[in-house]
């Protein structure tokens, strides 16, 4: 297989990582992550992972899991991952018997950042480190954030809506807004990104501001009703702003019942295979690809050198809004896909062609040049 899209040692670079890392408390010695050094002389400690569920996105355990667990078994590093599967009690419960469990490191994708921060702050109690995998908990403090830059992400799709509806040569289209959950920081970012692009449409006149509503916990389900309600409120929409694929997969199935599909774009994000279908039969504008592979490598990265015993150095910080301090962060680029490129997520190994290529999917591939 070629290189990928955002190649493995593209997200060593953007560690920085030489992985800097502290050899004693004194701070006097530094050692790259993979020498030889005192700190990796000691046994190393043990990482827990805790996803947040297999509901609102496939990635989790399709990819998220199976990365992880490739990397620290590859490290030979004591590691348990586990999904709370939405439920805010549970995820608190696995926190708990993990740190009991004597875990060194925790990495959390956080439901919210009321439950995050609570499960942060039990952790540096115990001395664990911390690790915010994929969403920042605001006021959590963690020591490190691992994601890709989520305002560039919302920032394609308001781009490749609009490249879509430029495509079709829209005449002042009316745009429907389906954010994520509004207790995901990422979902705000998001929105940063796409209403940067969308509002100077909306303040020119060249493109009117239809529904904007947010969808709980990403639900896909509430996300179909949330949908029919504003196409039933403003049959016109001409354009869906969907956070991910999930909703727009929700959009697009409103869309079908109206014999609407394919005349309405619809943007999305995670390249999952549903989205990449929705794609092939133009019924989804686009999608936005962030290879998660990438991400959970330098998550692991990370991860490891902690239970060794280092501290590493990440390249850059984001700030924590809530307490206005700077967390230490690795931010990976995403890239926008359209049917003309959907071979390049396969060709990454994101998605394999057996998965994504079945049925009438197999003509719509060979037409896409996926081979």
């Known amino acids: 297989m070629r290189k990928g899209i955002l190649s493995i040692a593209a997200a060593a670079a953007a560690l920085s990582l030489g992985l800097t890392a502290c050899g ?37 355990e399709t990819a998220d899991r199976k990365y992880l667990e490739e990397a620290f078994t590859a490290a030979g590093v004591a590691h348990e991952i586990q999904n709370a599967q939405g439920d805010k009690n549970s995820f608190q419960t696995i926190a708990d018997q993990m740190i009991t469990g ?40 963690a020591d490190y954030y691992v994601s890709f830059d989520n305002t560039a992400v919302g920032r394609l799709q308001g781009e490749g809506l609009v490249k879509c509806l430029t495509d079709q040569k829209a005449d002042k289209p009316i745009v429907a807004e389906l954010n994520g959950s509004p207790t995901d920081n990422n979902a705000t970012l998001f929105k940063e990104g796409y209403d940067g ?21 990403w639900d896909n389900t509430q996300a179909g009703t949330i949908f029919e309600q504003m196409l039933t409120s403003t049959p016109k929409i001409a354009g869906v702003l969907a956070a991910n694929d999930g909703l727009g997969n929700a959009a697009i199935s409103v869309l079908k019942k109206n014999n609407l599909n394919g005349k309405v774009p619809v943007t999305g994000q995670d390249a999952t295979v549903q989205g990449l279908q929705n794609i092939l039969a133009g ?22 050198a902690l239970a060794q ?14 307490t206005g301090k700077d967390v230490a962060a690795v931010l990976l680029t995403p890239k926008a896909v ?5 071979k390049d997520v396969v060709a990454d190994g994101y998605v394999t062609k057996d998965e994504l290529c079945t049925g009438d999917f197999a003509g719509k591939c060979a037409e896409a040049g996926i081979s």
Request: aromatic fraction near 6%.
């Open 102 to 141: 004597g875990v060194t490191v925790l990495a959390i994708v956080n439901l919210d950042s009321g439950t995050g921060k609570a499960v942060l702050d039990k952790a540096k109690s115990q001395g664990v480190a911390t690790i915010d995998y994929d969403r920042l908990t605001l006021g959590g403090n």
């Open 283 to 304: 019924d989804q504008c686009m999608t936005v690809y962030k290879a998660v592979k990438q991400e959970a490598d330098a998550t692991a990265q990370l991860a490891i």
């Open 309 to 322: 015993g280092q501290k590493p150095a990440a390249n850059g910080s984001v700030k924590d809004t809530e």
């Open 24 to 60: 004693g408390d004194d701070g006097d010695t530094t050692a790259q992550a993979g020498d030889a050094s005192s700190a990796s002389s000691a046994k190393p400690g043990k990482i827990g992972v805790i996803l947040p569920d297999s509901k609102s996105s496939a990635r989790w």
């Open 338 to 342: 359209y049917f003309d490129n959907v």
């Open 197 to 217: 692009v969308l509002k100077p449409k909306y303040d020119s006149g060249e493109y009117v501001k239809g529904p904007d509503q947010s969808v709980p916990d």
